[in-house]
């Protein structure tokens, strides 16, 4: 278990609590002898050394220490100072498959790394969860964006803002963005890429989505569609770290900051 210091964030690669729930499963699944307080479990450190574990650790840690490199992941990972309990992130299992509904065994199998998702604190849990694989096992396709810092990131995005992942991920937007949570963590996503160097952003939540280039026009144009214009100018309203991120000017693909240049633009009439 590793501590990612300053911030409220664990690494635990312990994952005996799918060990437990797979046995529990393959010897019958009686309601009576399912292991109990499995939440819990998968918080807890490994008593026992494991390489795997470690591997793990070390390798998330890694991502994380990209992430902190970069000025859009240093104001995700602060916005876990504001959390009332540290959150955790652990390797995905077949339990996690049953938990989320952004989750399925069949992909799982085929490839684990699919299957990152975030279980953001609610009234029932205690600390948020990101469920993420820097290793790209199974079948999953070489090229997959699956074990990338920029998929943690965006978990992250989830994981650090419980009380607005309850609001928004319900209200489903009925476009290529699946919802307003996913909405806002995909172009904070963008953003990330976007500094970060890529040629390329993502352009919605849905994997058939068609990419956008990183440029400071592709933003603007971006901007000029009227729903993206409502959602980014809500966005900005409501949460903090649109707020932030929009002081970032020089990053080309940076909606945020597009809609502050076009109120100044306006003002300077």
């Known amino acids: 278990m590793i501590k990612f210091k300053p911030y409220r964030i664990i690494v635990n690669g312990n994952d005996q609590d799918d060990v437990e729930y797979e046995r529990w499963k393959a010897t019958g699944a009686d309601p009576a002898k399912k292991p109990q307080n499995l939440d819990d479990m998968e918080l807890k450190p490994n008593p026992f050394f494991s390489e795997q574990h470690a591997l793990y650790e070390t390798e998330v840690f890694r991502r994380l220490l990209k992430i902190s490199k970069l000025r859009t992941g240093q104001l995700v990972l602060a916005a876990s100072r504001q959390l009332a309990s540290d959150l955790y992130i652990i390797p995905p299992g077949i339990r996690d498959t049953v938990i989320s509904i952004e989750s399925d065994s069949i992909r799982f199998q085929i490839c684990p790394a699919s299957t990152a998702h975030a279980r953001p604190a609610n009234r029932y849990l205690k600390n948020s969860r990101v469920v993420f694989s820097p290793f790209l096992t199974g079948s999953c396709p070489k090229d997959a964006p699956y074990a990338d810092d920029s998929t943690l990131l965006h978990e992250l995005v989830h994981g650090v803002r419980p009380s607005q992942f309850e609001k928004l991920k319900p209200e489903s937007t009925n476009d290529q963005w699946t919802d307003l949570e996913e909405f806002f963590a995909v172009i904070v996503q963008d953003i990330y890429l976007s500094e970060r160097g890529d040629k390329e952003v993502r352009g ?66």
Request: hydrophobic share 40%; charged share 30%; aromatic share 8%.
């Open 204 to 269: 919605g939540h849905d994997a058939g989505a068609s990419s956008l280039p990183a440029t400071r026009t592709a933003s603007y144009e971006f901007m000029e569609d009227k729903t993206n214009h409502a959602r980014v100018k809500a966005a900005l309203k409501r949460e903090k770290l649109a707020q932030q991120l929009a002081v970032l000017e020089d990053i080309p693909f940076n909606p945020f900051a597009e809609f502050e240049r076009a109120k100044h633009d306006l003002r300077s009439i």
